[in-house]
């Protein structure tokens, strides 16, 4: 990234902001200027907000999601189906399935997806913790992987794990796009590859 005429302070803030989601160098510069022309409404309260959560937020100790408290409220909902446990690969696949309002069962978080190139194997995911929830009442295993190569290698090596489970296992239908990601659909394809699961 070429040099400002600013102080260190800004360009680490634009390197830091470059490193999120969806931000380049310039659309980091440009967020890095908005956020410094309106401190007082934008940069000040951001930067509190990041800081309480920071200090707040915590991985459920049962499912992998993120909240305030650990179980989170998911897990302590007592209205959703403890019989129907849906796997996903990330945080955002979870919200991006609540948000769509298509699930009311439980949810397992697996912390990413296989991949021999990236070095993630089977013990870099929360496999065994999904192993032993299986084994407490769980009747209907949803896996909602990704539509990546990445993801789809995940849901066959979770299908052969679970196997030996005798626990039913589906998957979303093949109305996610092949190379989408779950956290970028609109909610009437995700309810779609829900309703057209299909045992495997």
Known sequence: MASLSAGPEIERLIQL????????PRSARRAALALLKKRDLLLEPLSAAMRDAA????????C????????CSLCRDERRDKHLLCVV????????????????????????????????????????????????????????MNAT???????????????????????LAHGVPVGGELDYLDEGTLSAAFKARRSM
């Open 89 to 144: 690969e990330d945080v955002a696949d979870l919200w991006a399935l609540e948000r769509a309002s298509v699930f009311r069962g439980k949810y397992h978080v697996l912390g990413g997806a296989l991949s021999a190139l990236d070095g993630v194997t089977p013990e870099r995911l929360n496999v065994m913790s999904l192993l032993e929830r299986v084994k407490h009442g769980v009747v209907e295993v949803i896996l909602a």
């Open 64 to 71: 992998g999601n993120l909240d305030t408290v650990s179980p």
């Open 17 to 24: 902001l470059a490193k999120l989601p969806g931000l380049g």
């Open 55 to 62: 200090a707040a937020i915590k991985t459920c100790e049962v």
């Open 149 to 171: 190569v990445e993801g789809q290698t995940t849901a066959h090596y979770l299908i052969d794990t679970l196997s030996a489970s005798g626990v039913k296992v589906t998957r």
